[in-house]
């Protein structure tokens, strides 16, 4: 918004003298706006709405969980040992994102770059584990068909393996890019909401692991 003086020759009275044009001063207001801030608050916004689905998800599984129509149960079919290690490597890639967080910080491209590589290699690796525990159950015969639990069950642990996969090209996409330009403002940014995603489905899983898994095996 800008505020004009009045014009040379512009009289308030019969009395005012003319303004000369060099005296005109224009005064124009500074909104100056991260362009930051309204990144975050719309990635919070949709880490709320996936925060819905998986409530969703969880409620479902809670209501027909135990529902095995006549079929295998989950202390029939999940191997601890393996769901163990893949949580685990999820765990240790939310670590391994936080170091990379602290290189960035420090300017460090090449040590961000380096644990943003860990980073993934952990992520590919628990989903080589789910991948494994799928392929597993459906050569048991225990396909999302086969009751209402192992549908839940499917539905649950696939969408939060979708979200890994996608976390992952993300990250991949991101390091194309702080090669090619540098630990720039905007990467910086861009990090930081895949840091936020990434924990966020940390903290799923935590869920996950005790709701599914551990209670399912376990009573």
Known sequence: MSI????????????AEPVAPEDIVFYTADHHVDPGSGTLLGFWVYLMSDCLIFAVLFATYGVVGRNYAAGPGPADLFDLNLVALSTAMLLFSSITYGFAMLSMARGAKGLTLLWLAVTG???????GCTAYEFNHLIHEGAVPSRSAFLSAFFTLVGTHALHVAFGAVWLVVLMVQVVQRGLVPENQRRL???????HFLDVI?????TFVYLMGVLR
């Open 4 to 15: 004009q003086a009045p014009q040379a020759g512009a009289h308030a009275g019969p009395l």
């Open 121 to 127: 290699l952990f992520g590919l690796g628990f989903l």
């Open 192 to 198: 930081m909401c895949l840091s936020l995603f990434w």
């Open 205 to 209: 899983w935590i869920g996950v692991f």
